[in-house]
């Protein structure tokens, strides 16, 4: 960008940046023992003997990038084998993928997950059928392959939410509402909006559970590093009791920023993989794109620099930005963007902010536009993104608040942004 713009950018000039690392809980499974500890989880005698020999099982796989997603489903798959059984995965991912088969399939490609590497069929397919009724009279649909199997196995990380808090948010019970429901299963789900989602997702759950061909569930947690940390089996009937226990361990596990306030905070990238709303806001803040959050960093300003490969172009939380680049600006695959947004029923995640030619003009306009700071002292934030917060950069303002805090360790002196020629990062 050239012009006014560029100057009013120049004018701002940037403080120098620390990188600190802090410290998380390390306990995790590591990828060569999933298969062992995942088939020890559903081995388990008070689950009962709820595969049977020459039965169809439908897996479950959502379309968030799980840590070792391929090696659990394929660790299940083998497990039903070994009980005699024919297993095959259903992509349980609502309307994500661009709203179609193929391109669901493709997106659990991406992570791996291939009927070469897993050993079993994906079948997948958008269409769905009614099973049943809520108490409130909503009609439930799931996917056509999963409800006409001979038994379901639920697979899913339990997690907070980035767009409502209940006992109940992303999880077991939610992959089955949205997840399993397609296209059309979220947008029953959506229509009254994220205010009565908590309400509306474990009451289609129970439904699922009571009328579709459950027979397992396989609760997965990660900690703060995103690594996998927990297998917890489940009989169809602890689901609805268990999963919100899990949802609060879940939440001890948060990669949370360990600032309470900054005026600029600048994430590296957003992406679906990352977090349904490109970042989480449980970590980087509540936003006016998520109204029903609470925690996370209170910022002025955010930056989004870049998309993740792995979203294929979908930028779902731009609108929670004030600034990006035009690097992430031409990756924008408008489709993939607009069919999530659409089902969700929330066209502010996807509102384009200001948008500028380099990182260094980003975070300028940024900070120039903060209002009652200090600006001889700005506080900025730099993370990789909202998954990954072990290491991270502050400005000089906050080493103080770094130095009092036992979990964070400095592991460099302030320094300049290494902005290259081109006055960009990377």
Not at 70 to 90: H, L, N, Q, T, Y
Not at 177 to 201: N, P, Q, S, W, Y
Not at 253 to 266: N, S, T
Not at 387 to 394: A, G, Q, Y
Request: a negative charge; hydrophobic letters at 40%.
């Amino acid at each position: 960008m050239s012009g006014i713009i560029s100057q009013l950018c120049a004018e701002t000039e940037l403080p120098r940046m620390l990188r600190v690392r802090q410290k998380f809980d390390q306990d995790s499974i590591p990828k060569e023992a999933i298969q062992a500890a995942v088939a020890a989880e559903l081995s388990l005698p008070r689950l009962g003997d709820p595969i049977k020999k020459g039965k169809r099982i439908a897996i479950t796989c959502g379309s968030r990038g799980l840590a070792n997603i391929a090696e659990i489903i394929r660790a299940i798959a083998g497990f039903v084998k070994s009980r005699g059984a024919e297993p095959f995965v259903v992509p349980a991912m609502g309307s994500h993928g661009g709203a179609t088969g193929a391109g669901q399939k493709a997106l659990l490609a991406g992570y791996g997950v291939t009927e070469e590497f897993i050993g079993c069929p994906i079948v997948s397919s958008m269409e769905t059928v009614v099973i049943g009724k809520t108490e409130e009279g909503h009609s439930v649909r799931i996917d056509r392959n999963a409800a006409e199997s001979d038994g379901i196995i639920l697979a899913g990380r339990i997690k907070p939410h980035t767009d409502f808090h209940g006992p109940y948010e992303s999880g077991l019970m939610k992959m089955m509402t949205i997840g399993l429901g397609k296209r059309e299963g979220a947008d029953i789900c959506h229509e009254a909006g994220f205010g009565h989602m908590a309400h509306l997702v474990p009451l289609i759950g129970r439904c699922i559970l009571k009328n579709a061909p459950v027979v397992l569930g396989l609760a997965i947690l990660e900690n703060a590093y995103g690594e996998t940390c927990k297998f917890v089996a489940l009989r169809p009937d602890e689901i609805d009791e268990r999963e919100p226990a899990l949802l609060e361990e879940a939440r001890s596990h948060l990669p949370l920023i360990p600032f309470p306030e900054a005026d600029v905070l600048v994430i590296d990238r957003i992406g679906k993989d990352i977090s349904g709303d490109g970042m989480d806001p449980n970590v980087t803040g509540a936003s006016p794109c998520s109204p029903y959050v609470s925690g996370g960093l209170k910022s002025q300003r955010t930056v989004v620099l870049d998309l993740t490969q792995a979203t294929h172009g979908a930028a779902v939380g731009i609108g929670a930005a004030h600034t990006i680049t035009r690097r992430l600006f031409n990756k924008i695959d408008y489709e993939a963007t607009y069919v999530n947004v659409i089902t969700a029923r929330v066209l502010e995640f996807v509102r384009i902010p200001c948008i500028l030619d380099t990182d260094r003009e980003a975070v300028q306009l940024a900070l120039r536009t903060c209002t009652d700071i200090d600006r001889s002292r700005p506080r900025i934030i730099r993370i990789a993104d909202s998954l990954h917060t072990e290491t991270f950069w502050i400005s000089e303002a906050l080493r103080a608040g770094a130095e009092a805090n036992p979990r964070i360790t400095l592991e460099t002196g302030p320094e300049p942004w290494a902005f290259n020629g081109e006055g960009n990062l990377w």
